[in-house]
């Protein structure tokens, strides 16, 4: 199994745009990643992707990386003995106290 994560491009590697340096900050550690861009094309710098193994799948918007990104802190939580479901995932939750709008 793989996992896609959020990466922003930085520089491009050719003329093409056919690769590109992709990086992200992972708590103080900084991740940098020579990315295909063959399937989606070339995409202006600081643009973020989804990528997996090296090769750009998606572009992201600001909203969707940050569901991806609570998702992904949410995982870590999870590994390191401290989840807290009240912390993650806000987009699932439904408020408890609505009321029905049906007459």
Same mark, same amino acid.
């Given at each position: 199994m793989?996992?896609? &994560?959020? @990466?922003? @491009?930085?520089s491009l590697e050719d003329e093409n745009g056919d690769?590109?340096?992709a990086e992200r900050r992972q708590g103080g550690? @900084?991740?940098? =990643? *020579? &990315?295909?861009m063959m399937l989606l094309g070339p995409q202006p710098l600081g643009t973020w992707i989804l990528a997996s193994l090296g090769l750009a799948k998606e572009v992201l918007d600001?909203? =969707?990386?940050a569901l991806i990104e609570d998702a992904l802190a949410a995982l870590g939580a999870s590994i390191?003995?401290?989840?807290?479901?009240?912390?993650?995932? %806000?987009?699932? *939750? $439904?408020? $408890?106290?609505? *009321? %029905?709008?049906?007459?």
């Amino acid at each position: 199994m793989c996992l896609s &994560i959020p @990466l922003q @491009l930085v520089s491009l590697e050719d003329e093409n745009g056919d690769f590109a340096i992709a990086e992200r900050r992972q708590g103080g550690a @900084l991740r940098r =990643e *020579r &990315i295909n861009m063959m399937l989606l094309g070339p995409q202006p710098l600081g643009t973020w992707i989804l990528a997996s193994l090296g090769l750009a799948k998606e572009v992201l918007d600001e909203h =969707e990386r940050a569901l991806i990104e609570d998702a992904l802190a949410a995982l870590g939580a999870s590994i390191a003995g401290n989840y807290d479901a009240s912390k993650h995932f %806000s987009d699932l *939750r $439904t408020p $408890t106290n609505t *009321r %029905s709008r049906l007459p």
